[in-house]
């Protein structure tokens, strides 16, 4: 598996405007983009940090996972997953299913920015959801 960096830390908010600007206005972080991710029920905010982002979510549905993460916190934030930027996210999740990990998704699909992506059970990863990225190269 090639993994090339990290590409983002996810932080689950129940508010992502506020957090938004309050990730601004302390650490001097500039804001990307705003978009919906209405397959994961998401809507998320990334802000750049030197080579690698941070992801803020926040739910739009409360059936979604990032809403049951929040659910199960009472509502509070807090750090839901990282992300590994690789260069072939297919060829990654199958190489992680042939080491023995957990798999939550055996296929990728499309996450924000058009991005392909995976994710590995925490189970597998030492407590730690696991997103496995591919960007599309310019
Ligand atoms: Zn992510």
Redesign the pocket.
């Given at each position: 598996m090639n993994v090339k960096k990290i590409s983002?830390l996810?932080i689950a908010v129940p508010d992502i405007e506020k957090y938004v600007s309050s990730f601004k206005d302390v650490f001097g972080l500039e804001l990307t983009g705003i978009e919906e991710v209405l397959d994961q029920k998401v809507k998320v905010a990334f802000l750049t940090v030197g080579e690698s982002r941070l992801?803020l979510l926040e739910p739009t549905d409360p059936s979604g996972a990032v809403g049951k993460f929040l659910e199960k916190r009472d509502g509070k934030p807090g750090f839901h997953?990282m992300?590994l930027e690789v260069e072939d996210v297919e060829a990654s999740l199958k190489e992680a299913e042939e080491k023995g990990l957990e798999l939550i998704d055996k296929k990728p699909r499309i996450?924000?920015g058009g991005a392909k992506?995976g994710f590995i059970h925490p189970k597998s990863t030492a407590g730690v959801l696991t997103?496995l990225?591919e960007h599309k190269k310019d």
């Open positions: 983002h996810g992801e997953h992300a996450g924000a992506i997103e990225c």
